[in-house]
């Protein structure tokens, strides 16, 4: 892949499925926003996909 198509797909990811998440919004207003965060990295199958491709993003930066 290539960082434009990596990038492409980040978006993608982020656009479909975190921007309306209903959990992430729902652990903001009962928890705060580092929680919501905090499971977005740790809980989220769509976050480890994120971290993912950054670390792809990544390898091809150097």
Known sequence: MN?????Q???EL??????DC???RQLRE???K???HSFCIRGCTVGEQLQFLGA???KLGH
């Open 3 to 7: 960082k434009i198509d990596l990038i």
């Open 56 to 58: 792809e993003l990544n």
């Open 14 to 19: 982020l656009d479909r499925y975190c921007e």
């Open 34 to 36: 580092t929680a919501a």
């Open 22 to 24: 209903f959990l992430k």
């Open 30 to 32: 009962e928890k705060g």
């Open 9 to 11: 797909d980040i978006d």
